[in-house]
């Protein structure tokens, strides 16, 4: 695999953090996750089954994983001798606590001087907010993603996932990447910083892209788009939804051969892309109704035979079932040391050569602290 051979340090705990370290791991990284007694923050939020809760396997597949007391003068130890091993440490403990535990730069490239540290924060380093507590949606909020989410007239939403501690991960496997090259050129490490305010507006290019064009925000708008339409979620006979777009003339006329309506086709309403957005919401009404006559399943096979935009809006049980979603292997089964028998997300980019695999699941609380002691000698 790509990063075979790399030792990732994974002192994070969460989700942003982790799940950069868990990244690389799936591309063949040795990644050593080092926990608290008692575990990281992330065991303890949200439904459980004994040690582990939904958030942690979530995202911490790929892992060895250990308990060590970094308060303590021998976790101390332990850690120097990890540090001397490792290529990069992930962490998102703020200062001066980093300080304490000799998880500043100084500390560890004084141990190895190559080594690459990548810390993660809400706000970043340095700067007004620096040091302030914050997680996803503090960060949703602030960097303007809130406050575009929801119906037109309606409260402010933040994402239904965690889409800032997400893209800060990316964020942190991309930032690996950049220093591992760096250094493979000249020899030198470096630390980086993946601040989750700076993902979120990097997220929002199009829509920061339109404000800061014109000096408008866009429009709140929900299921549609400020731009065209149809697009919007419908709801169909048995009660599912389908959301679906037609961004331009070809592909209103496959919608309309979809739903049997060549008279929408027809109608000057609806004539021109521009018509369509003017007179939407007449638009959406005529769509929902005919969708409403048909079960999912059927109008599904209707507008994928006239090659229309279209997805069926999934529950995660439906999701987790679908077929597509199988195939790009985003849900993968492995055997849990506490489980048995568990499924946990799958790898989200697909090189041919130098596949990445899921070949770890999320570690149970030390479970191989001995067996990384002995790595080390101790």
Request: with cysteine.
């Amino acid at each position: 695999m790509p990063l075979t051979g790399i030792r990732v340090l994974d002192l994070g705990s969460m989700v942003a953090a982790p799940l950069g370290a868990t990244l690389l791991g799936d591309m063949g990284a040795d990644v050593i996750k080092i926990e608290p007694p008692g575990g990281e923050e992330g065991r303890r939020i949200g439904p459980r089954r004994g040690d582990d809760t939904g958030l942690y396997v979530g995202v911490n597949r790929n892992k060895r994983g250990m308990v060590l007391d970094l308060t303590t003068p021998d976790g101390q130890d332990v850690l120097r001798r990890l540090v001397a091993t490792a290529d990069i440490v992930i962490h998102n403990v703020r200062s001066p606590a980093r300080e304490k535990l000799g998880l500043d730069y100084a500390a560890l490239a004084a141990v190895r001087p190559d080594v690459i540290l990548i810390t993660v924060s809400t706000y970043g380093e340095r700067g007004p907010y620096a040091g302030r507590p914050g997680i996803d949606p503090s960060a949703q909020a602030l960097a303007g993603l809130m406050a575009a989410t929801g119906e037109p007239g309606g409260p402010a939403l933040k994402a239904g996932a965690a889409v800032a501690d997400v893209t800060a991960a990316t964020l942190v496997s991309y930032a690996a990447m950049l220093a591992l090259w760096a250094r493979a050129r000249d020899g030198q490490g470096q630390a980086a910083e993946v601040a989750l305010i700076d993902g979120v507006v990097h997220l929002q290019g199009v829509q920061l892209g339109e404000y800061l064009l014109t000096g408008q925000p866009p429009p709140r708008v929900g299921n549609r788009s400020p731009f065209y339409a149809p697009y919007n979620s419908y709801r169909c006979a048995d009660g599912g939804e389908v959301h679906l777009a037609a961004f331009n003339d070809k592909f209103y006329r496959n919608l309309c051969r979809a739903l049997a309506a060549p008279e929408l086709a027809e109608d000057a309403r609806f004539a021109s892309a521009a018509a369509r957005l003017e007179n939407r919401q007449a638009l959406d009404a005529e769509i929902a109704a005919r969708c409403a006559r048909l079960g999912r399943a059927e109008l599904m096979v209707r507008l994928e035979q006239a090659d229309v935009v279209a997805a069926p809006v999934n529950d995660y049980p439906a999701a987790a079932a679908d077929p597509q979603l199988l195939h790009n292997a985003l849900f993968v089964p492995v055997t849990h040391g506490a489980h048995g028998p568990l499924t946990v997300p799958g790898i989200p980019l697909h090189l041919n050569r130098t596949p990445g695999q899921v070949r770890r699941p999320p570690p149970t609380l030390g479970e191989h602290t001995a067996q990384i002691l002995a790595e080390l000698g101790r």
